[in-house]
């Protein structure tokens, strides 16, 4: 489903002493979880830190009366659209625990967060920053130029961005034939997932990633790609069984966790033509997605170089003929945490984000009311017994001299 290594990631990155972010820290965690991130993820962040100097600047490219120029124009500035990388500042989502989010507006390099992939956008339609855009782009490009037979499909879509990106490159070439298959929860993860990372946590808690499939729907709709478009609501072990048996030239996978990409590959993979690619958003930030892969990967001898897109996207271009084979009972897989059947969680209504301004005034708030009835307390006593306070207050002044 939705992305999550790379906020931990960012996260990490903004308590670092970089020059983007020393400014101002992008977001606040407990000291413990800074600790762990700068002992355990040092790896992790000298790849995070190169993919950010090396993100590309948030910029499209002039209009040319060529159409293969105003064709990649286009899709240049659908991309900064995507991300909300078209004005000059965006604002940025930030996490806390048990599901607390933030908002905080990104300025001057602070956008090259967004930029990287590195954060949650608060409007954004994608996590996944632009360099993966353009290799997606790069992917759907090449398939439909080498007549790679079948469809597309995203598995883990949030709010559409990258499957919309994925229809407009067709649509530009005018490959209406293939169909982009859009799967998600569409409520969120269900309880556990992401649990098994302690940098994670557990996802479920954040209904930020919970977004309706109409939601999804009307971002289609609003950027003019209705058309070839199928949705796959559901949680995957409920959904990608019934996906087994048909053909793929693109398969995205953006589940985050074992269960998710193990299932994913089993049911979609044998159905991938040869050239067809395999794109996986979190190989490189999270465990348990790269320990699904590589399984995968060494259990049906696919010996395809796997290639980086950035510091946590991967992917390889199938090149042998050799069959894997369909999973033969629905293809369900034992979730890593051990929990049983994916059940959705209980969401809240209220989907706005507060700002980090807010939610310090809200805690200066609470801590003046906290002193004021303890100040109305003290006062009530005074009144009930005028001599009992400073009877209290002299013996503590007594305790404290001897």
Known sequence: MCPAGWVILGEALARAESPITARKPLYHRPQRAMTDASTTDSPRLEAARASLSAARAARARGVRPDPEELRSAYLDLLKLCLCDLACASTVSV?????????????HGDEVRLRSAGMDWPLTGLTMIGLARLDDLQTCVESVVRDGVEGDLIEVGAWRGGASILMRATLDSLDADER???????????????????PRVGDLSTFDFLAVPVDEVRANFARLGYERGVTFVPGFFEETMPGLTGRRWSLIRLDGDTYAATRLALRCLYPGLSVGGHLVVDDYGSLDECRRAVDEFRAEHGIVEPLEEVDFTGARWRRESD???????????????NGRGAARAVARSEERRVPTIHELNLARENEELRARLAT???????????PLRAPRRWLRRRLGRLG
């Open 94 to 106: 930030g996490r806390g625990q048990d599901g607390l989010v933030w908002s905080r507006e990104l």
């Open 179 to 197: 169909t982009v298959y859009v799967a998600d929860s569409f409520q969120g993860f269900p309880p556990g997932d992401g649990a098994a990372d």
């Open 322 to 336: 050799t069959p894997v084979e369909w999973p033969t009972h629905g293809g369900a897989e034992p979730h890593a």
């Open 375 to 385: 100040a109305e307390a003290e006062l009530g006593e005074l009144r009930a017994s």
